[in-house]
């Protein structure tokens, strides 16, 4: 995913300040893409210098101005030629987790379990704000309510993954580290 066709997206549905967009792309992409503001903020600059966006000061009472952001028709044609290009057909999952799990069989099997727990609890907890939040997709048209669903089922699907590798960790010997680099493939 490109942020800065998430941005010019998200400003499809409406004007936001950068921290509105960090917050939808964080509970809207969550399951598809991480985000930080180093790299919202100088994605609206150069957008803005490019002529994709505008921005302007609004003023607030008792607080600072919010710089609030629009899509131009200039943003909205490099959107669209994005919208209809070529995607990546690679399925890339990034998880900080699933790249340690690999090489949990060299650490502590007591530790390890533990951590496992700590990402079924959270994996449980987005779960329930993902159920929840399908109710809301319901009125929100097609595309985002599908992809509400396939969030919710690749929630479904870890967490019991999780739970499958877990039973299995704590029933192994502790003699099941590997001795050798073993060729990984998810084909």
Same mark, same amino acid.
Do not use: C, H, M, W
């Given at each position: 995913m490109s942020v800065r066709h998430a941005i010019l997206g998200l400003l499809h549905y409406q004007d936001m300040h950068g921290y509105r967009i960090k917050r939808h792309m964080e509970q809207h992409?969550?399951?598809m893409w991480s985000i930080n503001y180093g790299q919202i903020y100088p994605n609206l600059k150069k957008m803005e210098e490019e002529g994709l966006v505008t921005k302007k000061e609004v003023? %607030?009472?008792g607080t600072p101005?919010?710089?609030l952001y629009s899509i131009t028709p200039a943003g909205k044609e490099v959107f669209s030629q994005w919208l209809v290009s070529d995607p990546q057909g690679t399925m890339l999952l990034?998880?900080?987790?699933?790249l340690r799990f690999v090489f949990f069989g060299f650490g502590s099997k007591d530790r390890t379990l533990g951590l496992v727990d700590e990402q079924i609890r959270s994996y449980?907890?987005?779960l329930e704000k993902r159920r929840e939040n399908m109710r809301? %997709?319901?009125r929100q048209g097609?595309?985002?309510r599908q992809m509400g669903e396939l969030g919710l089922l690749l929630n479904e699907m870890i967490l019991e993954w999780l739970k499958r590798s877990?039973?299995?960790i704590a029933e192994s010997s502790d003699g099941d580290i590997p001795t050798e680099l073993m060729e990984l493939s998810l084909d």
């Open positions: 992409f969550g399951n003023a %607030r009472s101005s919010r710089k990034r998880d900080p987790f699933l449980e907890t987005q809301r %997709r319901q097609i595309y985002v877990r039973k299995e």
